[in-house]
């Protein structure tokens, strides 16, 4: 079996999908208190920040895959792409229901008021609204049908991003370090992009100009 | 500054606050004779016990009149979740990190507008006085809330012995600063050491209270060992922790919070769902120890201690005056 082979590939899925269901399984055992996990003296607070913290960890790992591919040249990578957005998707949307259900209780009025007034919330709100199309048109079928649209459309991912991280940094009270951390990962990741678009117009430029690179 | 909206005390009234003060504890001096007639042990019997506490056990304690009838929090919840950013800014920092603190022998320095400034040796600021068990309602900034059954001193008995003059018009209070016993002091997010502050109307005010208990023991170290003020008309973060020094001051101090988020914590912070922080709502509240599927519960002005203390704030425009 050869690195990038589809057998491979499989291979290392079927390893990945059990670690990023992890947290989730963690956050089961704790609400049950099985294991020695716990969730402590505020449970909900407790699963809204980790679905939430685990939500961005993984905008940021799908956001990873494309610089290390064109830095390493792996291809295969991208294989997994879709993976990781996914499982934002899921613990995003978990972090979502934790909050409608658990913290307000179902109390639509309540919910709306906060997505109106509260700015946080406000953009959070918004990055979830924003993923929806990316989770429906994750298909094999949908990326067929889309074409050239699909990857206008999945250009979102980075607003998203951009908007999560912001909902984290607005809704902490005073030490902004961990959502400034996150910050600074997502620059970089962004900034890689626009690296990579900068040198890669540089170098058809050159092509076009008839000069070997 | 805010100093002319402060309510203005005069010392005829910091007297009759003292008749007040006395009155209340004449009463509650009374019940617990009556019950003492009744029956054994009349002051222990009502008092809340709680399996998991531990640390030394105080001595002596009676009831009080001020006490809530709700049902306290556990004694695992009140010392795992708590904001006292000297330890680190994790709930659960505190606990994991206060080992090393030492709160004995401890001084509190007494300085400003007083007849009798001096440094003094904790033991020498409690003995005079009976401890009384307080089960207040705490509501945070953040919009939780818990019971606590406190051990302590109302704060006017304590002020008094250092006769504070007409130009005492605040309290300043001052937490130690100890950067090696308190690791979260080593990074600078608040401006330490932390200060708070009450005017001198609240802080004779005689819900406002001098802790040095939980459940009948010694204050556990996160909890603000050994020595904390507990305001439960205002947010948390007005109750100060590990205090090591009590001034008495003209101008209205500058406090923590307020100097590090100025549009967001004010001096007064009292209690007031009507007012929301100006990222979150403080209509609601999560009480710390319910149900997963407990819906939040309503807050309440002053977190329910109207009666007691909203007449400080008459003439006070508390939406500016957060």
Redesign the interface.
């Known amino acids: 079996m050869t690195i990038g082979s589809r057998t491979f590939v499989r291979l290392v899925k079927l390893v990945l999908w059990p670690l990023c269901l992890a947290p989730f399984v963690v956050l089961l055992l704790a609400a049950f208190q099985l294991y020695g996990f716990e969730l402590g003296a505020n449970p909900i607070e407790e699963i809204l920040h980790t679905l939430g913290k685990w939500g961005l960890k993984f905008l940021l790992i799908t956001l990873a895959i494309t610089p290390l591919r064109r830095w390493t040249g792996q291809n295969w990578l991208i294989s997994f792409r879709r993976m990781f957005g996914l499982f934002a998707f899921f613990y995003i949307l978990l972090h979502f229901l934790t909050y409608f259900i658990l913290d307000q209780s179902l109390e639509i009025a309540a919910v709306i008021e906060d997505i109106v007034e509260r700015p946080y919330i406000t953009l959070g709100m918004t990055a979830l609204t924003l993923m929806l199309p990316l989770a429906v048109t994750s298909t094999r079928g949908m990326m067929r049908r889309l074409g050239r649209r699909w990857k206008k459309l999945h250009k979102l991912v980075y607003a998203i991003a951009i908007l999560g991280v912001w909902h984290f940094y607005w809704q902490v009270k005073l030490d902004t370090l961990e959502p400034t951390l996150y910050a600074a990962m997502l620059t970089g990741l962004l900034g890689a992009r626009i690296w990579f678009a900068k040198t890669k117009s540089r170098r058809t430029h050159r092509n076009t100009a008839g000069e070997t690179v | 500054m805010l100093i002319k909206k402060a309510p203005d005390i005069r010392q005829s009234e910091i007297t009759d606050e003292a008749i007040y003060v006395n009155r209340r504890q004449f009463l509650a001096a009374a019940g617990i004779t009556t019950a003492g007639l009744l029956g054994a042990s009349p002051a222990m019997a009502a008092l809340v016990q709680e399996p998991d506490a531990s640390g030394r056990v105080l001595e002596n304690m009676t009831e009080s009149v001020f006490s809530t009838s709700q049902k306290p929090?556990s004694w695992?919840?009140i010392t795992?979740?708590n904001n006292f950013?000297e330890y680190g800014?994790e709930?659960?920092d505190p606990s994991k990190n206060v080992g090393d603190f030492v709160s004995t022998p401890w001084k509190v320095k007494v300085s400003g507008s007083c007849e009798k400034p001096g440094d003094y040796h904790l033991e020498d600021i409690l003995a005079p006085h009976a401890l009384e068990e307080r089960i207040y309602r705490l509501r945070c900034v953040?919009a939780?809330s818990m019971v606590i059954p406190w051990t302590g001193i109302p704060l006017a008995n304590i002020l008094k012995r250092f006769e504070p003059t007409a130009d005492a018009r605040y309290v300043r209070f001052k937490t130690i600063y100890d950067p090696v016993q308190m690791p979260g002091q080593r990074r600078r997010?608040?401006n330490w050491p932390y200060v708070e502050g009450l005017s001198i109307a609240e802080a004779m005010n005689p819900l406002a209270l001098m802790a040095v208990g939980l459940y009948g023991r010694e204050l556990p170290n996160q909890n603000g060992a050994p020595i904390r003020l507990v305001v439960p008309w205002k947010y948390g973060f007005k109750s100060i922790k590990s205090i090591v020094s009590i001034e008495f001051v003209k101008r209205q101090p500058r406090t923590s919070w307020a100097i590090?988020?100025p549009s967001e914590y004010g001096f007064y912070a009292n209690v007031n769902p009507q007012v929301?922080h100006p990222?979150?709502?403080q209509a609601r509240e999560?009480a710390?120890?319910a149900g997963?599927?407990t819906?939040?519960k309503e807050t309440l002005m002053f977190n329910g201690y109207g009666e007691h203390v909203a007449h400080l704030y008459d003439s006070l425009d508390l939406r500016r005056h957060f």
């Open positions: 929090n695992q919840d795992s979740y950013y800014i709930k659960t953040e939780w997010i608040l590090s988020a929301d990222r979150w709502s999560r710390i120890g997963l599927f819906p939040k």
